[in-house]
């Protein structure tokens, strides 16, 4: 069945550190894949998405590359913020099936 | 602004209540869900619906029942609270009509069973 893989963490950076959490993901075909953030306390909302082969999501300055050949949709930032902090999903969705989420990511960013 | 609104954000519930989460969403979608979040566990599906009146088991539905009389609106109910039923909920929903279609959450639920 489809699944996806991700660091866990915890990251730890210092404030304006360059950030990549690496997702990887199994399916059949052509998934659409997915970023989502969690802040403290709060629900998930969507960072990011990529619908097919070669698209790259970008949101508050992180990217992501759908890269069908590496099957991965690695989630970048040039210079992360003390207000990034946040668990980070991975997931994707394949013809209308529910998600598929990665176990999630905590990323600390430190002053 | 599209909106998944979950009816608290904190819950403290007593071992054997019967308790009822409920969830509306004002996007008109199809589809819709319950998750628990656990330390570890990630999330997991409980329960989902593609329709009025539809349900679906998902990967952990023991314990749980759904209803969903009212296309907006998908409640949760937790037959007989257990501590090991202290987790967080989260509510999602998503349109049917597109694969590509991202799912909208809720703020969550915090519930302690004690």
Redesign the interface.
């Known amino acids: 069945g489809n699944s996806v893989t991700q660091m866990e963490g915890p990251v730890t950076l210092s404030e304006e550190a360059f950030l990549t959490i690496n997702c990887t993901y199994t399916a059949t075909g052509y998934p659409?894949l997915?970023w989502?953030v969690q802040y403290p306390?709060?629900?998930?909302?969507?960072l990011l998405?990529a619908?097919k082969a070669d698209d790259k999501g970008s949101n508050k300055g992180f990217e992501a590359t759908y890269r069908k050949e590496t099957t991965s949709f690695h989630l970048e930032k040039g210079s992360v913020q003390v207000s990034d902090s946040a668990v980070y999903?991975c997931a994707l969705?394949?013809?209308?099936q529910?998600?598929v989420?990665?176990?999630?990511t905590r990323l600390s960013v430190l002053p | 602004d599209v909106k998944?609104t979950?009816s608290s954000r904190y819950l403290v519930k007593r071992t054997g209540e019967k308790v009822f989460l409920e969830c509306v969403q004002d996007m008109d979608h199809e589809n819709m869900?319950w998750y628990r979040q656990d330390p570890?566990?990630?999330?997991r599906?409980i329960y989902?619906s593609y329709d009025v009146k539809m349900k679906e088991k998902?990967d952990i539905p023991e314990g749980y029942s759904v209803s969903r009389e009212k296309k907006e609106r998908f409640s949760l109910i937790l037959e007989s609270a257990s501590t090991n039923q202290t987790s967080m909920y989260?509510c999602?929903s998503r349109t049917?009509v597109d694969?590509?279609t991202?799912?909208?959450?809720?703020?969550?639920t915090?519930l302690t069973v004690v």
């Open positions: 659409s997915f989502y306390g709060e629900g998930l909302q969507l998405k619908t999903f969705t394949h013809y209308g529910n998600f989420f990665g176990p999630g | 998944v979950q869900f570890g566990l990630g999330l599906l989902f998902g989260l999602a049917r694969r590509n991202e799912a909208f959450f809720g703020q969550g915090r």
